[in-house]
């Protein structure tokens, strides 16, 4: 037994702390380990059951934007601490360990790019970040940026992923709702489109505000989008909510968004999308993609 027990194959095991990669993900709908590269090669939807599984800001970016046309406006805005807000952990506290989580000041990457060689101005909110919530910066980031697109004349496109406004800014964050609402204003004087993107999860003041009054608002399969989550309302109003509630596809059904695109189409689509709007025609799209486009 002992001679069996030394010759016997052992696996290895990665070591904690150790810089070996990982390389698998375990798919959070079917539970289905998925192999890194399928994973990426898919944009992020698992090959197995099609769940849009979350993306960073960086990673939305890529996949949303012609290659090497991104060039980044945010960044120069830095949240404070004005409230000196301080719950089981300090807010600062937090702040900091949230930077060093994405590398970036707040929940919001801004900047311009092209999809397939239509120039937009893009806003992608972070959920990793806080779960996404909209604080002053957010708020300050989101206008520039469409302030930015008024001024060079180019689409706006936002990429919703929230759990709503941040509690530890109070009223701050919630003036933040007001400030980005008329800041869009301009686009809509410029006749310049607004596209939001709603993505899993998209809550709270943000729902509420800057991402559901685009000129036309999309979502990815599978995506809760609401104000209160259905486990609140539920216990509000002490009834069972029918199957699928908050859910993009049902929302669809209401008439609450215009369209629910899977991320694999989502270039294809807001190229055919933009171009109509803009006049301006897309370069050439993919033969076997150009019928999801809108025509």
């Not at 694999?264 to 076997?288: K, M, Y």
């Amino acid at each position: 037994m002992a001679l069996d027990r030394f010759f016997r194959r052992r696996r290895p095991q990665q070591q904690a702390g150790s810089d070996m990669p990982d390389l698998w993900t375990q798919c959070p709908a079917c539970k289905e380990s998925v192999y890194n590269r399928d994973l990426e090669a898919n944009l992020w939807v698992c090959p197995k059951c099609s769940h849009h599984i979350r993306l960073e800001a960086g990673r939305r970016v890529e996949v949303l934007l012609d290659e090497g046309s991104f060039v980044q406006l945010s960044g120069r805005v830095h949240p404070t601490d004005p409230l000196k807000f301080q719950d089981t952990e300090a807010y600062a506290d937090r702040l900091v360990r949230a930077q060093k989580k994405t590398g970036r000041p707040d929940a919001i990457l801004t900047g311009t790019g092209s999809i397939l060689g239509l120039p937009i101005t893009l806003a992608v909110m972070d959920f990793a970040f806080s779960g996404g919530s909209m604080g002053s910066v957010v708020g300050e980031e989101i206008s520039r940026a469409a302030e930015h697109a008024a001024e060079i004349g180019s689409p706006f496109v936002l990429v919703a992923a929230s759990g709503g406004a941040r509690m530890q800014e109070s009223a701050l964050s919630l003036m933040q709702m007001a400030k980005t609402t008329v800041a869009l204003e301009g686009l809509t004087a410029r006749g310049l489109p607004y596209v939001s993107i709603l993505t899993d999860p998209t809550t709270g003041g943000v729902t509420a505000s800057f991402a559901t009054i685009a000129d036309v608002i999309m979502a990815e399969p599978g995506a809760l989008i609401g104000f209160a989550g259905p486990r609140v309302i539920q216990q509000t109003i002490r009834q069972n909510l029918p199957e699928g509630f908050q859910r993009a596809e049902f929302l669809l059904e209401h008439g609450m968004i215009d369209d629910v695109v899977d991320r694999r189409t989502h270039r294809t689509f807001l190229a055919g999308l933009l171009g109509v709007l803009t006049r301006r025609a897309p370069d050439a799209l993919p033969a076997e993609q150009s019928a999801e486009a809108p025509a």
